[in-house]
């Protein structure tokens, strides 16, 4: 036991150790290239005036963004896929992502001038997507079940599609500053916007580790979480809760960005297994590894354009949903 728990752990500091080399590569990938020495030595203090403006200005911002909302949506991925008991799960195929995607598009298309509510409006606009899905999904006879949760979230998924639709034709004239939003780029991004949602993000971090007992509890399924005293609908409400929070922060700073929350997941229990207090924690780095590897890829296959993460990691998702559906995962 001792030494499975080692190996857990030793996982958990190599894959640290690829992160931080992911992250020296993204800093120093781009128009103008830079060495990991030139990098590492800009983030001590010791780069020259050229380094410290392109590397301070630009691309630490980004990648730092990267790296907090794939955690972020990595974790809402994880704890959605233990409501729901079901692999596939993601906060953009349930509906969260396009409930808090409404909200912001609204602020931003409609009333422009109050842009510094968009955190706001994405959680509220989340978790009344939420809200939907449970109330379309609660029967009097047997509470929620997570079939039932997944089916509601296609179709809230849909509706809240057509209301994104529908506010792009009506408001078509200031599309453009609000198109790479919906791609999910986080092009443009700067450290203002890291101060936005990092306070959000280590509020929603720290109340998902908290989560990590009643998400193993529900693995265990129905009646062996019953006979342990603990009401499954609450704790189904609890994590989901935690799970939009988490996905709706994300949305309203880089929009749309899909299959984090699937894929990720589903990686972790693979490296390390279903145990959500090892799952968890390697979930958010392999998060944060992976919207780099797809924001630094669509800065650099196509140079000198950027395409936006977002449609980097459908290209990429897309395939690997298909693959775990084959496998059986629903």
């Not at 709706?248 to 959500?276: C, E, K, M």
């Not at 354009?305 to 775990?324: K, S, T, V």
Request: charged residues 10%.
């Amino acid at each position: 036991m001792v030494k499975k728990g080692r190996n857990k752990t030793g996982l958990i500091v190599i894959v640290g150790i690829v992160l931080a080399i992911a992250i020296l590569a993204a800093i120093g990938i781009g128009s103008v290239r830079f060495s990991p020495l030139e990098s590492l030595m800009t983030l001590i203090g010791q780069g020259d005036a050229r380094s410290n403006t392109i590397l301070w200005d630009i691309r630490i911002p980004r990648v730092l963004l990267a790296l907090i909302i794939g955690a972020n949506l990595a974790a809402s991925g994880a704890l959605l896929q233990a409501v729901m008991l079901n692999p596939l799960a993601d906060p953009g195929l349930t509906g969260v992502s396009s409930g808090a995607a409404v909200a912001a598009l609204f602020i931003m298309l409609v009333v422009p001038g109050y842009s510094s509510f968009i955190p706001i409006a994405a959680i509220i606009g989340g978790g009344f997507a939420a809200v939907m899905v449970y109330a379309m999904a609660w029967k009097r006879v047997g509470g929620f079940t997570p079939i039932r949760i997944i089916l509601s979230g296609v179709a809230i998924n849909a509706v809240f599609g057509g209301v994104i639709g529908l506010l792009s034709i009506l408001y078509s004239d200031r599309l453009p500053a609000a198109l790479q939003w919906l791609n999910g780029s986080l092009n443009g991004k700067g450290m203002g916007d890291v101060m936005v949602i990092l306070p959000y993000s280590i509020v929603g971090w720290i109340a998902a580790l908290f989560c990590v007992r009643k998400a193993n509890v529900l693995r265990l399924g129905e009646q062996t979480a019953h006979h342990l005293g603990q009401n499954m609908n609450q704790v189904r409400f609890v994590l989901s809760l935690v799970a939009v929070y988490l996905a709706a922060v994300s949305v309203s700073t880089v929009g749309l960005v899909g299959f984090v929350g699937l894929v990720v997941p589903h990686i972790a229990r693979l490296l390390i297994g279903s145990d959500y207090r090892f799952s968890l924690p390697l979930g958010l780095m392999l998060g944060a590894i992976v919207l780099l590897v797809a924001d630094t890829a669509g800065r650099a296959l196509f140079s000198p354009l950027q395409i936006p993460a977002g449609i980097i990691m459908a290209i990429a998702g897309g395939p690997y949903f298909l693959y775990l559906m084959r496998r059986g995962g629903a």
